[in-house]
């Protein structure tokens, strides 16, 4: 694995390291895979524990908000210092947290092993984004939505394995998910080696200790950039509170409504996640070609009609709309992602863990609100009421258009601190 790195590791601009997308965007796929087993085994720890949808939410929230607390704190440290390691050392939390987990004996201890799993992903995603535009060759979606489309689909694999390995032999078959773990770990060790590789590289062709950053500054205000961050939270926010919502409650949407065995609902929801998958990898190569603006615009507020009309749907058109849902609105993650990076290109980590925490955080607060909702609504009501949240989409029109504004271009230091 270390020589297949190492031969990819020139770094002109112009050459996208593929070797390198790949080994991330599979060790993506190992964590979200192990990350998504938590709520894939809800109903089965609903039972066992005894548990109503409030605690559900608590236990979405504990992992989400772990994870949303600790991805820009990791992020700041990275742009400062340099930590090419970290990657597989965020892989041991997850690890711990999944034998943890399959141990557990209290919802307390679900809510600490869920916290452990969910520091994992902290330091694990801010840093790995990074990684891949320094990988990009200057291709910033598609090495954005290469990433993430193995995070996709290993969320997909999630409630998969779940339905056909934890549900069929209990709690502590979680442990047998640790082994992804130790792969992961030994892939993103080869990782890091190809990183320092690449920066002294860079600091060699540059023939200094200092380079151009990957990017261009745009020339915008300080108060243009604030709205537009903030912008991009709110769609964020509208995004990943619906999703969120879906992924935790789908199952029990279809069991409830139309009498589904869990093992059904939750073949229901892989092909959803499936769809979400597909969308990923779509959107950042469209943003590179048409504008991110376009994709974000068009993928949330585009989604609007699909939504809305889901909660009135038979159980065919159920499915049928969740593929349409899956597809539309999660081609906007990667377009976002890339676009909240070229706004402050040179704070590449901040960035990533900022837009990567906050989704974990907005997620995390909406499974948990939408539980007590179900709790005191029902889980009907829930679908509902979240049906209208695409339409926060239309503030994406004020969003600036990146690819026509004047870019200064900044120093930045290129060896490690």
């Not at 992961?184 to 062709?205: D, E, F, P, S």
């Not at 607060?365 to 949240?389: C, H, P, Q, R």
Request: charged share 10%.
């Amino acid at each position: 694995m270390a020589n297949s790195l190492s031969a990819h590791a020139p770094a002109e601009r112009s050459q996208t390291t593929f070797a390198v997308l790949l080994a991330l965007s599979f060790c993506h796929l190992l964590n979200d895979m192990m990350q998504s087993l938590i709520p894939a085994i809800y109903p089965m720890l609903k039972s066992d524990f005894g548990l109503d949808f409030g605690q559900i939410g608590i236990l979405t929230l504990a992992f989400q908000a772990t994870a949303s607390l600790f991805q820009p704190v990791v992020g700041i440290y990275t742009d400062r210092y340099r930590s090419p390691y970290s990657l597989a050392i965020g892989m041991g939390f997850t690890f711990a947290g999944l034998i943890y987990l399959s141990r557990a004996s209290h919802f307390y201890e679900l809510l600490a092993g869920a916290c452990v799993v969910g520091l994992g992903s902290a330091i694990f995603h801010p840093d790995s984004s990074r990684m891949a535009r320094l990988a990009s060759g200057g291709r910033y979606g598609l090495a954005q939505s290469v990433f993430q489309v193995g995070g996709n689909a290993g969320t997909a694999l999630g409630p998969l394995l779940a339905a056909f390995v934890v549900l069929q032999n209990g709690q502590r078959s979680i442990i047998w998910f640790s082994g992804a773990a130790l792969l992961a770990m030994v892939i993103l060790w080869q990782v890091g080696k190809w990183a320092i590789a690449t920066w002294a590289r860079n600091a060699a062709m540059a023939g200094t200790s200092r380079r151009l950053v990957s990017g261009a500054m745009p020339n915008l205000s300080r108060a243009r950039t604030i709205t537009t961050i903030v912008v991009l939270m709110v769609l964020m926010f509208s995004k990943f509170v619906y999703t969120s919502s879906f992924a935790s409650y789908y199952t029990f949407y279809l069991i409830e409504r139309f009498h589904l065995s869990v093992q059904d609902a939750q073949l229901h929801l892989f092909v959803f996640l499936v769809a979400v998958a597909v969308g990923t990898i779509l959107g950042g190569p469209i943003g590179d070609r048409v504008g991110r603006k376009y994709v974000i615009w068009g993928s949330i507020l585009g989604v609007l009609p699909f939504t809305l009309a889901l909660p009135y749907a038979n159980l065919l058109w159920t499915g049928v709309l969740s593929v349409f849902i899956g597809l539309i609105l999660s081609a906007a993650f990667a377009a976002i992602i890339v676009f909240a990076q070229e706004l402050m290109p040179h704070k590449i980590g901040l960035m990533s863990g900022l837009f990567f925490g906050f989704a974990f955080g907005v997620a995390g607060v909406g499974a948990a609100v939408m539980g007590y909702v179900a709790d005191w609504k029902g889980i009907e009501f829930v679908f509902s009421l979240t049906s209208y949240f695409p339409a926060f989409g239309i503030l994406a029109i004020f969003l600036p258009d990146l690819k026509s504004v004047r870019p200064q271009r900044r120093m930045a230091e290129s060896t490690t601190k």
